[in-house]
Nanobody, 123 residues
Framework: QIHLKESGGGLVQAGDSLRLSCASP????????TAWFRRAPGTEREFVAG????????FYADSVKGRFSISKDNGADTIDLQMNNLKSEDTALFSC????????????????WGQGTQVTVSS
């Protein structure tokens, strides 16, 4: 059992930036494909950004492309999501996911999940 833990969420104004981090205490994330998903109140979980196990290939939902950047920090063993120019529609619970399926935008392809960190953007 792998337990992912997210951090870095908060309440910000539109146009502000936040940096989220995902860690797995006791288990390295270096060998996993990883991604960030989010779920707004009353909606289904949606894909935000993903990165392969080598940390070289990243991909994004159209709604965040050009504003968000995902990266793997092998030294700190974390998966980070830099979010710039935040909008009110970005408000959601952001969750980190990990698995062996490379390049997937679908939540069912990921095996391990964190409990999430809340991001709230005021207009």
């Amino acid at each position: 059992q792998i337990h992912l833990k997210e951090s870095g969420g908060g309440l910000v104004q539109a146009g502000d930036s936040l940096r989220l981090s995902c860690a797995s205490p006791g288990t390295s994330l270096i060998a996993f494909a990883t991604a960030w998903f989010r779920r707004a109140p009353g909606t289904e979980r949606e894909f935000v950004a993903g990165i392969n196990w080598a940390g070289r290939n990243s991909f994004y939902a159209d709604s965040v492309k050009g504003r968000f950047s995902i990266s793997k920090d092998n030294g700190a063993d974390t998966i980070d999501l830099q979010m710039n120019n935040l909008k009110s529609e970005d408000t959601a619970l952001f969750s980190c996911a990990a698995g062996s399926r490379e390049g997937s935008r679908f939540d069912h392809d990921y095996d391990y999940w964190g409990q999430g960190t809340q991001v709230t953007v005021s207009s």
